[in-house]
């Protein structure tokens, strides 16, 4: 029996500033090309979009249940799930 693999690739134009290119560059190093550096960038802003969306959703069933939370409840909370 005979397998084969296709591998699909896809190739996207990203126009960047200078200042975006040389951070690229730097970052390259880090992540052991320019492509890791870009796959790690997107990895991260897909957790942080996955965080919001469970914190909006959080905040939905608070709401739901206890009425909205107050701007103090709120901030910590941000501090909790958004801190660097």
Known sequence: MLWSWIVSTTTTTVRLSE???E???ELAGEYGSQTGAIRRGLLLLARESSQRQA???FL???AEEAGPPD???VAAMRGRYFAS
């Open 19 to 21: 200042e975006e290119r």
């Open 23 to 25: 951070l690229l560059s």
């Open 55 to 57: 914190l909006r959703e």
């Open 60 to 62: 939905r069933e608070w």
């Open 71 to 73: 701007p103090e409840d």
